[in-house]
């Protein structure tokens, strides 16, 4: 079998990485991680909109590039290795995604537009208390001819700029996805993260609310969606942290010759490789499925658990082998150690999918 990337999804990969690798420099990251403003780089953002990548999988019908899911990993993963300050995941994964797929043609209409052109940026809503997506305390209430939701959410993705917000909540006894608009009834409150994400926590008060589906069935879609891109994101920081390690073994001498020709960093720096392309291959192994429309919820589980493993084994060996430039910040290796943690996180962590794949395993 042929696991090689097509033409199409590769000139996607290549022209994300071009935009991203001259725009998101280490300079200016740093720039504005030290500037105290939103990290949001919005002009890179809005290069990628000129470019056609941020409708690369919202449907022909929408006004998008109608691929796939492979297509957007290309986008998702230079984003990763980069850094850049951009939330194409959260817009188009996380938002975009279950919009196209179950809005109405109203929802799609005044959406999705703004999220190909960069004006508009959305994102999902999907955790409270407890970290599972499917057990919220989070209510809707049918108003009219809409609803109103109540209830908070913590550790949103891109939450302190996004313009709307899908999320679970309750509905007439049952589970159901609806879309926010961020305004009247909705308060957020900034949160402070390790890598400067612009999370936030944020609750509805009585906020209108649009049904964009009912069931479990389209959360659980929506879910498997985003954590199966985000792996896309993983994959990248785990590039850029394997190419950093990589050149500064190369270039760091001791004893008058490279370190990179010790046997026992070597040997760590191998393992790291196969790391990497171990979360490369269950990442790509997930999204294909979901591409194809099959059931991929053992490899969806399965790629986040080795993007949170291997990753945390890769970012340890990195700031390992980096000695004490590991960790100064001015470093553009501590972004991506401190991604690698919050990417460990979202979206539930080795354990939790573990205990996904196990009781998946009891009940056949």
């Known amino acids: 079998m042929d696991f090689s990337l097509t033409d199409e999804q590769q000139a996607t990969a290549d022209l994300a990485r071009q935009i991203l690798t001259d725009r998101a420099t280490h300079e200016k990251l740093r720039e504005l991680e030290k500037s105290g403003d939103v990290f949001f780089d ?6 990628l909109a000129k470019a056609g990548l941020l409708g ?20 998702l993963q230079a984003v990763g290795k980069t850094g850049a300050a951009v939330p194409v995941w959260e817009s188009l994964a996380m938002g975009a995604l279950p919009v196209a797929q179950f809005g109405s043609e109203d929802i799609r209409a005044q959406w999705l537009p703004g999220v190909i052109d960069g004006t508009t940026v959305l994102t999902a809503a999907w955790h409270e208390d407890d970290r599972d997506p499917h057990a919220m305390s989070t209510t809707a209430t049918k108003s009219g001819d809409g609803y109103t939701v109540s209830g908070t959410k913590i550790c949103v993705p ?14 007439d006894g049952g589970p159901s996805l609806f879309l926010v608009s961020n305004g009247a009834g909705v308060t957020i409150t900034p949160l402070e993260t390790t890598s400067g994400s612009p999370d936030a926590e944020i609750t509805f008060d009585g906020a209108a609310a649009e049904l964009l589906a ?13 954590i199966a891109t985000q792996n896309a994101v993983a994959l ?11 050149a500064y073994t190369k270039e760091r001498k001791q004893f008058d010759v490279p370190i990179a020709t010790f046997q026992a960093v070597g040997h760590r720096a191998a393992d790291c ?12 192994q997930a999204l294909s499925r979901l591409d194809e429309g099959l059931d991929a919820s053992e490899e969806v589980s399965i790629a986040k658990f080795f993007a949170a493993w291997a990753g945390q084994r890769i970012t340890l060996a990195a700031a390992h082998l980096h000695g004490g430039v590991g960790v100064d910040r001015d470093y553009p290796l501590a972004r991506h150690y ?15 999918h573990l205990v996904r794949l196990g009781r998946r395993l009891a009940a056949v």
């Open 42 to 47: 919005r002009d890179t953002y809005l290069e």
């Open 56 to 75: 690369i999988a919202v449907p022909e019908d929408d006004g998008g590039a109608g691929l796939g899911l492979m297509e957007l990993s290309g986008v």
């Open 158 to 171: 891109a939450g302190q700029i996004a313009d709307a917000f899908v999320i679970p909540a309750v509905a």
């Open 214 to 226: 009912t069931g479990g069935h389209a959360i659980l879609w929506s879910y498997e969606r985003a």
């Open 236 to 246: 990248g920081n785990a590039e850029a942290m394997l190419d950093l390690l990589s």
């Open 273 to 284: 490789y196969i790391d990497t392309e171990t979360i490369r291959l269950t990442a790509w």
């Open 338 to 352: 401190t991604k690698a943690k919050e990417l460990e996180l979202q979206l539930g962590g080795s354990t939790e």
